[in-house]
């Protein structure tokens, strides 16, 4: 059974760079039949998908969060990892890590548990 | 971009009862790049629908999705208790939206 963990810090300062991981058990991370990704959701509100990579390292970002997202795979270790700059309080938000079946971070079916991650000095 | 927008917010209805759930884009999503996920509270959203009318694997056949070009429909036959939810659409055609969520609640 495919599992995906995040891990990384819950708090973060304004200004500075949010960096999660995903690490991918059960499964392969190499699989040309899929995409890796992170969505999004502040607390009580919905979701928005944040980016996606391939196991190639081919990388598709939201238009508008592209300026500040990177996203990079380790198929060695089987995880990917997010990195978004310059956070302010409106990044604070419930990040799922997921496979995706299409590029854009479409028809994901499987998620992690989701980490939530608060934007405060 | 591509914007989503979700009807009802709010359907009240009560075990048994049919639930038909709209979405509608702004602009024609290509190749019916259209997904349905259900989302419980605390927990990760679920994939229920694809391609706007292939049902995820395990998902059971009361779930069904329809539509095409700007219209699409999640329909669920008769609900069961385990059914209230959140429900969200996402088009993954160009970029990627989600709507802003149809909550189906016991009546």
């Known amino acids: 059974q495919l599992q995906l963990q995040e891990s990384g810090p819950g708090l973060v300062k304004p200004s500075e760079t949010l960096s999660l991981t995903c690490t991918v058990s059960g499964g392969s991370i190499s699989s040309s039949s899929y995409y890796w990704g992170w969505i999004r959701q502040p607390p009580g509100k919905g979701l928005e998908w944040i980016g996606s990579i391939y196991y190639s390292g081919s990388t598709y970002y939201n238009p508008s969060l592209k300026s500040r997202v990177t996203i990079s795979v380790d198929t060695s270790k089987n995880q990917f990892s997010l990195k978004l700059s310059s956070v302010t309080a409106a990044d604070t938000a419930v990040y799922y890590c997921?496979?995706?079946?299409?590029?854009?971070?479409?028809?994901?079916?499987?998620w992690g548990q989701g980490t939530l991650v608060t934007v405060s000095s | 971009e591509i914007v989503l927008t979700q009807s009802p917010g709010t359907l009240s209805l009560s075990p048994g009862e049919r639930a038909t759930l709209s979405c509608r884009a702004s602009?024609?999503?290509?190749?019916?790049?259209l997904a349905w996920y259900q989302q419980k509270p605390g927990q990760a959203p679920r994939l229920l629908i694809y391609g706007a009318s292939s049902r995820a694997t395990g998902i059971p056949d009361r779930f069904s999705g329809s539509g095409s070009g700007t219209d699409f429909t999640l329909t669920i036959s008769r609900l069961e208790p385990e059914d209230f939810a959140v429900y969200y659409c996402?088009?993954?055609?160009?970029?990627?939206?989600f709507g802003q969520g149809t909550k189906v609640e016991i009546k």
């Open positions: 996402q088009q993954y055609g160009s970029s990627s939206a």
């Open positions: 602009q024609s999503v290509s190749s019916s790049y």
């Open positions: 997921a496979r995706h079946l299409a590029r854009n971070g479409g028809a994901s079916d499987y």
